[in-house]
């Protein structure tokens, strides 16, 4: 007895769907939307407050800027202290 062979339609399906099996095991998994915890605490109360001193701001140069702003002044601060601190490191070396 000769195996008759499936037609190629049905071939072509099989191997679509073994190459996404295969493709989706690589995709990582979606996380979940969680709220931004900038968002889910006042100003006052975001990383940085100390226990003697609080929310530090001796300027006040945060009371009349939405949050928003505040945090992008925030990530420019770390962007530039890390600058300064491969600067530093440079200079160090090259001495």
Do not use: N
């Not at 690589?26 to 900038?38: C, D, E, H, Q, R």
């Not at 001796?58 to 702003?69: F, N, Q, T, V, W």
């Amino acid at each position: 007895q000769k195996l008759q062979h499936p037609p190629p339609a049905i071939m072509q399906l099989i191997s679509i769907l073994a190459c996404s099996t295969t493709v989706a095991a690589f995709v990582g998994p979606t996380p979940a939307a969680a709220p931004s915890a900038l968002k889910a605490a006042p100003v006052t109360e975001w990383a940085g407050a100390t226990a003697p001193f609080g929310f530090f701001d001796p300027l006040g140069l945060s009371k009349d800027i939405d949050a928003g702003r505040l945090a992008f002044y925030r990530e420019a601060e770390i962007k530039h202290g890390r600058v300064a601190m491969l600067a530093a490191t440079g200079f160090l070396f090259t001495e």
